[in-house]
């Protein structure tokens, strides 16, 4: 594939999202990414982040967009239900998760919730189950070069973790994970080398709470040295932490990792 990888932000929070004017230097809403690859679009997570992101699709009137599910825990999903793309008839969404989890989806994003729900949408919606260790290009070829691995990881009720690599590039996305069992040193493994690991920034490892599914930046940046990653996003906030707070985790971290910040855009 030619050309840079564009990583934008677009939610840096975890479990639910923080709209308060000390929280939103950093930004308030729940995570999502998207990730610029020639002339595909993936994105990474449907955090409410995600209906800031649909804006800018319908804006560029781009018809093809590719969403990667780590897990259907509410804060990552929430953003599907504004999703300007969904009420676009000429718009094509292809959503990737775990076994079965497009049945899941639809009863989460259903009208006893929302008015209308994932199959009377405008726009045509495409269920892709992903499995662990197995390599898989975007849908259709959307984007040539490209291969996406997932990971299964550490989280109550399951979570898939991703890696983006065609070659010259590669990104890993490792939210909700907590470094329990074997989980470290498979991660390691699914991530060494990457240009850039999204990881999950959670906690500060003075407020980890063990079997939450979650990590602290500190071991993100341990982990990322021992990986042999180039570099580290620290990402997922705890939506109790403000501006100041995570400002002094930053200064703390010494800038030897970057912390996500909405609207923040990475070249890879």
Same mark, same amino acid.
């Given at each position: 594939?030619?050309?840079?990888?564009?990583?934008?932000?677009?939610?840096?929070?975890?479990?639910?999202?923080?709209?308060?004017?000390?929280?939103?230097?950093?930004?308030?809403?729940?995570?999502?990414?998207?990730?610029?690859?020639?002339?595909?679009?993936?994105?990474?997570?449907?955090?409410?982040?995600?209906?800031?992101?649909?804006?800018?699709?319908?804006?560029?009137?781009?018809?093809?967009?590719?969403?990667?599910?780590?897990?259907?825990?509410?804060?990552?999903?929430? !953003?599907?239900?504004?999703?300007?793309?969904?009420?676009?008839?000429?718009?094509?969404?292809?959503?990737?998760?775990?076994?079965?989890?497009? !049945?899941?989806?639809?009863?989460?994003?259903?009208?006893?919730?929302?008015?209308?729900?994932?199959?009377?949408?405008?726009?045509?919606?495409?269920?892709?189950?992903?499995?662990?260790?197995?390599?898989?290009?975007?849908?259709?070829?959307?984007?040539?070069?490209?291969?996406?691995?997932?990971?299964?990881?550490?989280?109550?009720?399951?979570?898939?973790?991703?890696?983006?690599?065609?070659?010259?590039?590669?990104?890993?996305?490792?939210?909700?994970?907590?470094?329990?069992?074997?989980?470290?040193?498979?991660?390691?493994?699914?991530?060494?080398?990457?240009?850039?690991?999204?990881?999950?920034?959670?906690?500060?490892?003075?407020?980890?709470?063990?079997?939450?599914?979650?990590?602290?930046?500190?071991?993100?940046?341990?982990?990322?040295?021992?990986?042999?990653?180039?570099?580290?996003?620290?990402?997922?906030?705890?939506?109790?932490?403000?501006?100041?707070?995570?400002?002094?985790?930053?200064?703390?971290?010494?800038?030897?990792?970057?912390?996500?910040?909405?609207?923040?855009?990475?070249?890879?």
């Amino acid at each position: 594939m030619g050309g840079a990888w564009s990583l934008t932000v677009w939610g840096v929070r975890g479990s639910f999202p923080a709209p308060q004017a000390d929280f939103l230097g950093y930004g308030g809403n729940t995570c999502c990414l998207s990730l610029d690859c020639g002339d595909a679009l993936v994105v990474l997570d449907a955090g409410s982040g995600l209906a800031a992101l649909g804006e800018r699709i319908a804006r560029e009137k781009r018809r093809r967009v590719d969403i990667l599910l780590s897990h259907l825990h509410l804060d990552h999903v929430m !953003g599907l239900f504004p999703f300007a793309p969904r009420y676009d008839r000429a718009a094509e969404i292809h959503l990737y998760g775990a076994p079965g989890f497009a !049945g899941e989806l639809a009863r989460l994003i259903g009208s006893s919730l929302w008015p209308v729900d994932l199959a009377n949408g405008r726009a045509r919606i495409l269920f892709h189950e992903v499995w662990g260790g197995r390599p898989f290009p975007l849908a259709g070829g959307a984007a040539p070069g490209l291969a996406v691995t997932a990971l299964e990881g550490s989280h109550p009720g399951g979570c898939l973790y991703y890696r983006l690599e065609d070659g010259v590039r590669s990104l890993a996305y490792a939210l909700d994970c907590e470094l329990s069992g074997d989980m470290e040193p498979r991660l390691a493994d699914f991530a060494r080398g990457a240009d850039l690991l999204v990881w999950d920034a959670s906690f500060t490892v003075r407020d980890k709470k063990p079997g939450w599914g979650h990590a602290a930046w500190e071991e993100g940046q341990a982990f990322g040295a021992s990986a042999g990653v180039r570099r580290v996003l620290m990402t997922h906030y705890s939506w109790e932490y403000t501006d100041q707070f995570i400002h002094s985790q930053e200064l703390l971290a010494g800038g030897s990792c970057i912390f996500a910040k909405e609207g923040m855009v990475i070249a890879l």
